[in-house]
Structures are given as C-alpha cells and as structure tokens.
C-alpha cells in the first residue's frame, strides 16, 4: 500500500520510528509528513533514513514538487497520524491547515487513521472528545487510546496504542464494511477435556482459522462473538472482537447457546474434541494407578444444536477435516449435518491442524470451489486467510441475496 504517517509533537513521537520500520519492512511505500513540534521530538533524519523519501513539515514545504500536498493527497491509499497529540485532533476537527500534513488531510479522500497519545486529563477533556465525535463524524477511524503507563508516571487512559495494532489497522483501512450490521458467532480452537487436574484429551489445532475468520469479519464491520478454546489464548485478536474463553465442549456449548439468539451466522470452525473422560478426578491420579481404565463418552455436537435450533434463520457454516477424500467426505458432513456451506480442510503431518498452510474447498449446494492448493511454492502462511476472505465473500453474497434473512 501507498501510506502516508502523519507524526504529531508528543513523546510518543519516538513510536512512530518503529510504527514507520514495520510498514517498510511489510513492503509498503511510505512517507512521512510531520508538525513542526513533532521535529522537536524526532528528528526528520530518522524518517528519511527509513522511508528513503523526503519528509515534509511547513505548509511551503515541497518534497514532493509543486502542490506537494495534493500530489500526496492523490498518491495515498491511507493516512495515519501516530501520535495524533490534542492539539491536532483540534485543528482537524476544525479544519485548519496550518502545516503540511493538515493540507494534505483536507485533500485527501482516502481512510484516514489517527491514534490520539496525551494525559488522561487532556484525552477526557471535552472539547478533546467533542472534537474526537466530530472527526469520527467525518469518517476518520480513532485508534486507541490504551489504558496504561503514560510519560508523567500517570496511569490512565491516553497511551498511544501498539505499532502492531495500528499496521494492521492500516493495512485493513480499504477492506469494504460489507458485513456491517451482521451478528456473526465463530467457534475456534481445540477443547480441552480433563481426565484429572493435569492430564487432558485434545487435540494440535491452534484456532488460527477461526481466530482469522473472526479478525477478517470484525475489519468488514461484523459483530463478532469468539467462542474459544484454551489453544487460542495467545492468538493474535482484532481489539473489537468479543471473545469468550472456554474450556471443554460442553462449556462451549453452553457459550454458543448464550449468544446465538442475537446472531445472523454461526461458523464453527473449532476442532471440538468428540469425546470427554466419563469421570474427571478432582485429585491427580498416582502412576500406579496405571491399570486405571479411562471411560469416555461423547461430547454434545455445537453445530448440530445450532442448526436444530436455529437451522432455518440463520446461516450455518462447519468445517470438515479429512485425512483422506476431503471433498466426499466433507460433501457427506455437509449434508449430514444440514449445514449451508462447509469448507473440506485436509489434515496431515505438515498442514492443517496447528499449520497456516492447508487445502481447502468451499462447498455449498452442488458446487465445490477450491480455495487453496497449499502446493509447494505458493504462500502457504497466507492459504488460511485466503480461506477466510473467501468464506466472508461466500457469507456477504449469501446475505446480501436474501436481504430479509428469509433464506
Ligand atoms: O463431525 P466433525 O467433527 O468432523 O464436524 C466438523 C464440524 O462440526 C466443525 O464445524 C466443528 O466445529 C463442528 N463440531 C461441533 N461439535 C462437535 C464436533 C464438531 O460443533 N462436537
């Protein structure tokens, strides 16, 4: 992408140089437009050194010729200003442009990011947050604050967030809000199902699939409830995604059945562990006890009870993982289970479970749409948001055909 960092005169001006390498470092071209105040923070020196371009400041500035400004304007796909400082937010809200990186955000057309950094007092003051209101008024996503350690020692509202947070609001600032307005519940992640308080079945899944089904949604303006198991923890999830831990399949059941009334789809793209011990120890079994046979029973199918329940109102889409003939036998669980669509997933030794890489189609009705080929030279870490992006296509069309939800 063609990104411009704004970089406004706070102390979290030092994060931007981070925030800038990122960017560079994910192939994007930048450029970096900063206040005067800013300059005093950090040196424009810093920014050229990483961007390889010239960086602007006054409004009589040229790094880019004559009506740099609008050739900037024009250039752009995004803008984000980190830190966006009070001072700024004001200025914007009222249309000032009293340097070049205000000029060039009256003239640009694009998604315009700011992440505000300043002192708890200074962040809830209201005419920061009625200036705040208006700029989201006029389209600008507000990243942040966070709640954290801010530079007087305070802790408070008012802490720039990460530049992990905002390269990935950047890069998803285009992704169209097609699926605004829609309530999606996503299963993922292995259960974990206890024989005693240390030992457990489960199985490799790390809930990366679900987790980037329920990422991708979130960026397209769905509601989304994350219904997870304890694999996914670590997992890297959109801020805005509501997440609800849990622990075996009958605790997740018991979550699926909380929030389905309120959804419009249900993706279960968790790897439920079919059976759980029939008696779970409350002390841990000694090893001599080794002749101990373990009885299982079997776990509640979710997506069963989401599709008796609620089958004929709402989209109901599972994931199939197959060893062996993914597509007949995915075919087989699609129809068995009385799903919408169902995306066939081979698992081995190398893909799959635990893998970004994978192969995978998408079948609904009669058709079979291969999503990904997981070969050999292609990007295999990209294969499971592929899939993602493909289902969420799959899952707006479906939408926006039966407007009225009468499918
Ligand atoms: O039957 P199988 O486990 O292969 O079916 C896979 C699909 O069913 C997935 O969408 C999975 O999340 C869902 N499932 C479920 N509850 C279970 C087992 C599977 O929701 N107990």
Not at 149 to 165: F, N, Q, Y
Not at 253 to 265: I, T
Request: aromatic share 6%.
């Amino acid at each position: 992408m063609r990104i411009i960092v704004g970089v406004s005169g706070g102390v979290a001006a030092y994060k931007a140089c981070d925030l800038v390498s990122r960017l560079v470092q994910r192939n994007h071209e930048v450029r970096v437009l900063m206040t005067p105040n800013a300059a005093d923070f950090v040196g424009p020196l810093s920014f050229r050194a990483l961007t390889g371009q010239t960086v602007g400041i006054m409004t009589d500035d040229e790094p880019d010729g004559p009506l740099s400004h609008i050739r900037l304007a024009h250039w752009a796909q995004a803008l984000v200003v980190a830190p966006a400082t009070a001072s700024l937010l004001a200025r914007w809200a009222a249309g000032q442009a009293s340097d070049l990186l205000s000029l060039v955000y009256l003239a640009f057309g694009g998604p315009v990011l700011v992440a505000p950094a300043m002192e708890p007092d200074m962040w809830a003051h209201p005419r920061t947050q009625a200036n705040i209101e208006t700029l989201k008024g006029d389209g600008v996503k507000v990243i942040g604050p966070d709640r954290g350690r801010l530079a007087s020692g305070r802790v408070g509202l008012g802490r720039m967030v990460g530049p992990e947070e905002l390269v990935d609001a950047v890069e998803h600032a285009n992704v169209p809000p097609d699926l605004s307005g829609v309530t999606l519940v996503v299963t993922a992640g292995a259960t974990f199902e206890y024989f005693d308080p240390v030992r457990l079945m489960t199985n490799p899944s790390t809930g990366f699939m679900g987790v980037t089904i329920a990422n991708l949604a979130c960026w397209r303006g769905a509601r989304v409830i994350l219904v997870e198991g304890p694999s996914v923890k670590a997992a890297k999830v959109h801020p805005d995604v509501e997440r609800r831990p849990v622990e075996s399949a009958q605790d997740m059941l018991s979550a699926v059945q909380d929030v389905m009334s309120g959804a419009d789809a249900f993706i279960g793209a968790a790897a439920v562990s079919d059976f759980r011990p029939a008696h779970r120890l409350t002390h841990k079994a000694k090893k001599d006890s080794l002749d101990l046979q373990w009885q299982v029973e079997e776990n509640p199918d979710i997506i069963r009870w989401v599709k008796a329940h609620y089958g004929n109102t709402k989209w109901v889409v599972g994931f199939a993982a197959e060893t062996e003939n993914p597509v007949e036998n995915a075919q087989k669980k699609c129809q068995d289970k009385g799903l919408d669509a169902i995306v066939a997933n081979l698992v081995g030794t190398d893909q799959g479970f635990g893998y970004h890489s994978h192969q995978a189609w998408l079948l609904w009705d009669d058709q079979v749409e291969p999503l990904f080929d997981g070969a050999e030279g292609s990007d295999g870490s990209e294969g499971k948001v592929h899939t993602a992006d493909r289902l969420l296509n799959w899952l707006a069309d479906r939408i926006q055909e039966a407007s009225g939800w009468s499918h």
